[in-house]
């Protein structure tokens, strides 16, 4: 079982920036992948950015590309998902998520979640 837990959410103006944080536990991570996914009101639930820990090899959603950054500390077991220059439409609910292998397929554990809205 690998539990996480996201923080980092909350209010922010339109341009804004926020660190979102996940602290995972309970397996070792070396051959895991990690990702950041998203749900807007009324809205399916979509993959945002994802990152292999061996390697640290990452994928983003093309609308967030150049604009959000994953990135992981071994040290801290913790992946982190910073997003600048936000727009009102990244308003969501993130969630943290862990798959073992590939950044990309079906993800086996979740976070609870953490809001961000964005406002105009």
């Known amino acids: 079982q690998v539990q996480l837990v996201e923080s980092g959410g909350g209010l922010v103006q339109a341009e804004g920036s926020l660190r979102l944080s996940c602290a995972a536990s309970?397996?070792?991570?070396?051959?895991?992948?990690m990702g950041w996914f998203r749900r807007a009101p009324g809205k399916e639930r979509e993959f945002v950015a994802g990152?292999?820990?061996?390697?640290?090899?990452?994928y983003y959603l093309d609308s967030v590309k150049g604009r959000f950054t994953i990135s992981r500390d071994n040290a801290k077991n913790t992946v982190y998902l910073q997003m600048n220059s936000l727009k009102p439409e990244d308003t969501a609910v993130y969630y943290c998520a862990a798959k073992w292998g590939r950044v990309l397929g079906e993800y086996d554990y979740w976070g609870q979640g953490t809001q961000v809205t964005v406002s105009s």
């Open positions: 309970g397996r070792t991570l070396s051959s895991y992948a």
């Open positions: 990152i292999r820990w061996s390697d640290a090899d990452t």
